[in-house]
């Protein structure tokens, strides 16, 4: 699914059940990103609206497992193999997801939704135009200051920061080195990932309002 469907259909559970204070994401792409990978523009985005971004540990579905189980259960009374159109899907879905929420007497005689209240709403009121006036980017940048990640410098002697391929010089080909953003001075800073020695530094100029609300951060190694 394109990272910019994902954004929208985010966006509406945000307007119906308010802005989460923690979203825990799947790693890889779109919406996630593995550990050696530096964040996506969607978590940055999270990020910015003051949502924080709780990875899975990778390949262990058992440390997700409530929802896992609640995957499984809402495919199989959708009956998923049976349904000819997604817009069939996804009405089976919804009407699954009404059941177990709202009917079934799962909690000393009462709905999930009598027991909870609370989760019907945040209390974190989120629309289109409260997210264009309180988005923050020093939220985002604090999420991409704690990445530090390992790229191996290419025969050319150039080593990838997102989209862009940045020159260290061949004599560094083969080398292992560090990539980490720092914050205070707006730039990358490439260091040897043996030694921790400063090799460059060159302006993050990814590192946007624009480019992350763009989505234009999102790697593809």
């Excluded at 540990?57 to 497992?65: A, K, L, V």
């Excluded at 290419?154 to 940045?166: F, W």
């Amino acid at each position: 699914m394109p990272a910019h469907t994902v954004r929208e259909v985010w966006r509406g559970w945000f307007q119906r059940w308010g802005l989460p204070q923690e979203m825990r994401l799947d790693n890889g792409l779109p919406w996630g990103s593995r550990v050696e990978y530096l964040p996506t523009g969607l978590a940055l985005w999270l990020a910015g609206l003051g949502v924080a971004v709780v990875f899975n540990p990778p390949r262990t579905p058992q440390d997700n497992g409530v929802v896992e189980r609640s995957n499984g259960t809402g495919q199989r009374w959708a009956e998923v193999p049976k349904c000819r159109t997604a817009e069939e899907l996804q009405e089976k879905v919804d009407f699954a997801d009404r059941i177990q929420r709202e009917r079934l007497r799962s909690v000393a005689g009462q709905s999930r939704r009598e027991a909870f209240p609370g989760l019907a709403h945040s209390g974190r009121v989120y629309s289109p135009q409260w997210e264009e006036d309180n988005w923050d980017l020093s939220k985002a940048e604090t999420l991409l200051e704690g990445y530090a990640v390992l790229r191996k410098v290419s025969s050319q002697g150039q080593v990838r920061i997102y989209k862009r391929r940045v020159a260290l010089g061949r004599q560094h080909a083969g080398k292992q080195v560090r990539v980490q953003y720092d914050n205070g001075s707006k730039m990358w800073v490439i260091s040897g990932a043996e030694d921790g020695l400063a090799l460059r530094s060159v302006p993050a100029t990814e590192v946007t309002r624009e480019r992350i609300f763009t989505l234009a951060l999102c790697e593809q190694e």
